[in-house]
């Protein structure tokens, strides 16, 4: 939270001052001074690019090419004619014309890594050349005071010079945008046909000395002289001062004009720049780090390059940016918002105060001097146009020209004021370091729900296109939906606890700007992007769209252009903003021209990313050493396509030049080489890529450039090339050992042959018998497994039975071509406990199954007993390949043990059946003898029948009683009349006895 105290006692003494003398033009630039990086001469009078890439430097002292990595220098040692370098020219990408005090020179470019001299032409070794221009395959040659020359060049001996205009003292040549060349010399500007021809000549009258020329527009020329610009109006034959507003009585030494259009000078006060109408000085109080310049350039990347009569070399990376801060008039480099009062006036809040800037001209706002020593947090223009301003403990608001402070009554201690925000009802929302507070009618309100959810700062207020009003806080964010504000957290889903931003972009998405990156509100939740989506700053302080609705997030490492895809752009201090850490949720804003206004801790930085003025490009590369070592020694293939290295070279390395010049230190390589290695590997600059022993084949080294850690489509090179086979592994060589390894296996072969011969005929007499004794045993088996007395077959893994022997057709009642190459579970009754399936699963698993006693079921439908021992059979790897199943069948044996166990049970019953039978018999005999002595007494005596009848009834119900019993065991016995398998003899008929006996008992009972 940035604090009052931080205003220095220094700058409040010094305050006054400048208030009252400073009519601010504020503004400064980022340059880049090369004094300091290898580039030594402080007197430069050409700059070029040429079609490689490469920057050359014409200087007092020599030729001086630049690859964004060193800088290289040539000079009379070289072939140069002279050290003095006046103007450079290229054709395509061969040839480098040098034009010299002494002459013009040619250099040989079209090897990016060795430029060589060539020659100079002897009919102008004695002219200083002025300037160069090539044009419709000629290259036109203007010399100081010695005439207007045209070259047409084949080769050395191949060329001529044709003179245009003798003793002429040419300054500048440029082409015309219809197509023809405009010369100027001493007093006027001619213009020239592609064949040479003069086609006209507009004398210029100026007491000045003309020094450079550059078409404004069609037929509007600007001629630049020692005091002031010219501007020439072909068609209508004119020639006065051009209408600028600012000084114009500058030293124009150069003109030239940005990819853009914007035309810029070099003059001898410093940088010119021409906009609507305006020209702007760029000197040493904007950052220029010298003044004289006598050559100005914009290279393919969009930097502007300058060169000095007397500071030597210098580069703006970005130009168009424009930075306000203390050194130059702001006063406090922490600038916490920024209001667009009009479309060309802009108010800025900061820690001492507010400023304002009207067309880039800043000055202090004399409406706000009673808030000079104030920290201000925002700057507000409510529904009526009444400006507030917040800020440490002030609220003020501005209208009628009246600047008049503001108390809350609800807050009684100290607090920042952090935003506002009127919402469309009316309600004036005031965010502070204590809670929220509100206007409405007069009537102020606080809300206290706010503490009870541990919510203390709320930094930001935003109300969406359908209404929905945001707040953005310490705590989450709260929304007041019907009078009632609901509360989101973590707890709810949200990635993080602060919100510092809230912002609705032009498709409706609603993003938040938070301590871990920026928050994407989905239907369903919340999406968090961050640094593994390629955030470089996660602090998110402002989140903007620009007029094409892209976004664009002020983070704690600068600005950055996103989208959900991934970051795009990133820009920061080294593109020349003041700072990389943003202050507030109001601290920076897009206008109506699409200018991006960044307050940073540092300042206030502007540009137009959207305008060409460099941001880096693609860099170009090109191999600047390609190796290998041969005795010691290295050479180079570096010219070779696909170069053959022989095996005992097999030791390569190289080395790139890569060129970069937005920011020459945010370059690195990626290589690797295909055919030993697929993954990337990272090297600076300056590596020297090394491979040793590499095995024979064919390998291709690729190199891409990184810029600032990102991959850079389309910058990437490749050098292909083979290691050669030692000659251990060439073909002739492996013939000649075949063949001679042949010879002396033929000889020994030859040798052994006759031995082997007779070794061979008595193996083939012994196996011979032994292949007749396997037919016999193999015979043998199959007799054997056909007639065996057990049920043998044989299936594979998955039951499809491959063996079927002639007792399994006995007991089943398949026959072969019934059962072969069917599923062996065909046997199986239905919900068979022991199904074949489940046998075979089990011999799978433990390799075997013995003695299972089994039911299966036969052709016609019975089911016969088995025991079954079941046995795997594996190839020579140990893999099972089919499955042997030996059963025997035990159905009659095992009918013939059932009945002889139930014959001996008869018998026994039988056996207990006779002492049974005793027994009762005793209790019969008892009762007979019983009746039959009482029979006799009714012989002698009558009066005792009454007691027979009565004796005789109680001993027969007993008899009775005794035989029922006699006939149940019977029953239970079962023994019945009937003859057993495997006896002759007939059972009598006990049933029948034991009936007739009971009839005669009876009979008996009823005669008494």
Request: overall charge negative; hydrophobic content about 35%.
């Amino acid at each position: 939270m940035p604090s009052s105290f931080r205003t220095s006692v220094k700058l409040i003494l010094l305050f006054f001052f400048f208030t009252t003398c400073l009519s601010l033009n504020g503004q400064s630039y980022h340059f880049k001074n090369y004094k300091n990086f290898g580039f030594s001469s402080n007197q430069i009078f050409a700059i070029h690019q040429d079609q490689n890439g490469f920057l050359w430097f014409g200087t007092g002292v020599g030729l001086t090419r630049y690859d964004s990595n060193r800088f290289i220098t040539f000079s009379v040692n070289d072939g140069l004619p002279a050290n003095e370098i006046l103007a450079l020219e290229s054709v395509a990408d061969s040839m480098l014309w040098i034009g010299t005090g002494l002459g013009l020179s040619a250099f040989s470019i079209k090897n990016p890594n060795d430029p060589d001299f060539i020659f100079t032409p002897v009919e102008l070794s004695s002219f200083s050349i002025s300037s160069l221009l090539y044009s419709n395959n000629a290259l036109w040659i203007g010399t100081r005071r010695n005439g207007l020359f045209l070259l047409q060049y084949k080769n050395i001996d191949d060329y001529t010079i044709q003179e245009i205009i003798p003793a002429a003292s040419v300054k500048d040549i440029k082409p015309t945008m219809d197509g023809q060349i405009a010369v100027l010399d001493n007093s006027s500007v001619i213009f020239i046909n592609s064949s040479g021809l003069i086609e006209n000549q507009v004398a210029v009258n100026s007491e000045n000395r003309l020094k450079c020329l550059i078409e404004k527009e069609p037929g509007i020329f600007w001629v630049g002289t020692e005091s002031g610009l010219l501007e020439i109006n072909i068609p209508d034959n004119t020639t006065e001062p051009a209408k600028l507003t600012g000084s114009s009585k500058y030293d124009y030494n150069r003109l030239i004009r940005q990819p853009n259009n914007t035309i810029w000078g070099g003059s001898g006060k410093g940088l010119l720049k021409f906009f609507n109408n305006h020209v702007e000085l760029i000197d040493r109080s904007n950052g220029l780090p010298g003044s004289d310049l006598r050559a100005l350039l914009f290279d393919s990347e969009g930097n502007l390059w300058l060169g000095s009569y007397i500071n030597g070399l210098s580069k703006m990376n970005n130009t168009t940016l424009v930075n306000f801060s203390e050194s130059n008039g702001l006063l406090s480099n922490v600038v916490n918002c920024i209001l667009s009062e009009t479309r060309d006036q802009k108010l800025i809040g900061t820690d001492l105060g507010i400023f304002k800037i009207n067309n880039f001209s800043l000055n202090r706002d004399e409406r706000f001097t009673e808030l000079n020593n104030n920290i201000i947090w925002f700057i507000y223009r409510s529904h009526n146009n009444d400006i507030w301003i917040g800020g440490e403990d002030i609220l003020y608001r501005f209208n009628h020209n009246s600047l008049k402070e503001i108390k809350i009554p609800l807050i009684r201690s100290e607090c920042t004021f952090l935003d506002m925000l009127q919402s469309r009802d009316g309600t004036r929302w005031f965010c502070t370091t204590i809670g929220l507070f509100s206007l409405k009618n007069g009537e102020y309100k606080d809300y206290p729900i706010f503490k009870e959810h541990g919510i203390r700062s709320i930094w930001e207020v935003e109300q969406l296109e359908n209404g929905r009003l945001l707040f953005g806080t310490d705590n989450g964010i709260a929304e007041l939906i019907n009078g009632s504000f609901k509360f989101t957290g973590k707890e709810n889903g949200l990635p993080d606890r602060a919100v510092y931003s809230i912002h609705q972009d032009q498709i409706g998405r609603v993003w938040l700007g938070s301590d871990l990156g920026v928050i994407l509100e989905q239907k369903d939740g919340y999406r968090l992007f961050g640094r593994q989506d390629g955030l470089q700053g996660t602090i998110i302080s402002q989140i903007m769209s620009d007029a094409l609705g892209g976004l664009w997030i002020c983070s704690d490492r600068g600005l950055q252009k996103f989208t959900p895809d991934g970051p795009v752009e990133r820009y920061g201090i080294k593109d020349g903003l003041l700072g990389e850490e943003f202050t507030t949720q109001n601290s920076s804003l897009i206008d109506e021209k699409g200018n991006f206004w960044l307050g940073v801790f540092g300042g206030l930085s502007v540009f137009n990313p959207n305008q060409p003025g460099g941001h880096g490009g693609i860099p170009k590369m090109y191999f600047s050493r390609a190796n290998y070592i041969d005795n010691n020694v290295q050479v180079s293939f570096l010219n070779f396509e696909n170069a053959r290295i022989d095996y005992d070279n097999r030791n390569v390395s190289f080395q790139l030049t890569g060129l970069y010049y937005y920011n020459e230190s945010d370059l690195s390589f990626y290589y690797r080489l295909l055919g030993l290695e697929e993954d990337w590997q990272e090297a600076a600059r300056n590596d020297i890529i090394r491979y040793s022993s590499i095995d024979p084949g064919t390998y291709n080294f690729q190199v891409k450039a990184v810029v600032d850690g990102k991959s850079v489509e389309g910058s990437f090179v490749s050098k292909q090339f083979v290691i050669l086979k030692p000659f251990w592994q060439k073909g002739w060589f492996i013939f000649i050992t075949i063949a001679a390894i042949l010879l002396a296996a033929y000889g020994f072969f030859h040798y052994k042959t006759r031995r082997i011969l007779t070794e061979n005929k008595k193996l083939q007499d012994e196996i011979n018998k032994n292949i007749e004794d396997l037919s016999v045993a193999k015979a043998t088996i199959e007799n054997i497994i056909e007639h065996s007395g057990s049920i043998l077959v044989t299936t594979d893994l998955k039951g499809r039975i491959v063996t079927w022997n002639r007792r399994a057709e006995e007991v089943f009642g398949y026959s072969k071509d019934q059962i072969l190459h069917k599923n062996i579970k065909s046997l199986d009754q239905e919900n068979d406990l022991w199904n074949f399936p489940e046998i075979l699963k089990e011999v799978r698993k433990s390799g075997e199954l013995r003695q299972l006693e089994i039911k299966k079921v036969t052709a016609d439908g019975s089911l016969i007993d088995l025991i079954v021992t079941a046995t795997a059979l594996s190839d020579k790897d140990g893999k099972y390949k089919l499955i042997n199943i030996s059963m025997e069948d035990f159905s009659e044996r095992n009918r013939l043990t059932e009945l002889r166990i139930n014959r001996e049970k008869l018998l026994a019953g039988i056996e207990a059946l006779n002492k049974l039978l005793a027994t009762l018999s005793h209790y019969i005999n008892n009762s007979i003898a019983s009746i039959s002595g009482m029979a006799q007494l009714v012989e002698l005596d009558e009066s005792y029948n009454k007691k027979f009848l009565s004796v005789t009834n109680i001993q027969i119900k007993k008899i009775q009683a005794v035989l029922n019993s006699l006939s149940i065991l019977v029953n239970q016995l079962n023994l019945k009349t009937r003859d057993y398998v495997g006896e002759q003899d007939t059972l009598f008929d006990i049933e029948n006895e034991i009936e007739q006996f009971i009839s005669s008992v009876q009979s008996l009972s009823g005669k008494k």
